[in-house]
Nanobody, 122 residues
């Protein structure tokens, strides 16, 4: 499975941005698709995860109400809609996928994309 993330860029504080991640290869094995981020000098942290099934999506408290993850099961694409962006949201955003529900547990994700940089200017 390969994951290709896109949509990063520079945005002003208070603005919006939409990230996308396309899965290719043996995508029939995928169940959870999610997003993590890593800011400069900080550890990687969970952002959001979704399955496209009846399992509720999970969103980190730090972005709840501002970020929404959604999945297109047909296209095998996961998106992250980010609104009301803050300088603290500046990071490299990684999409990840796995064959079971992993939520915020990073080791549970078997596949990772290359990351896309989001820079929020204040």
């Amino acid at each position: 499975v390969q994951l290709q993330a896109s949509g990063g860029g520079v945005v002003q504080a208070g603005g919006s941005l939409r990230l996308s991640c396309a899965a290719s290869g043996r995508t029939s094995d995928l169940y959870t698709m999610g997003w993590f981020r890593q800011a400069p000098g900080k550890e990687r942290e969970f952002v959001a995860a979704t399955t496209g099934s009846s399992v509720p999506s999970l969103t980190a408290e730090s972005v709840k109400g501002r970020f929404t993850a959604s999945i297109d099961s047909v296209k095998r694409t996961v998106s992250l809609q980010m609104t009301n962006l803050e300088a603290e949201d500046t990071a490299v955003y990684y999409c990840a996928a796995g064959p079971r529900w992993s939520g915020s547990y990073a080791p549970g994700y078997e596949y990772w994309g290359q990351g896309t940089l989001v820079t929020v200017s204040s």
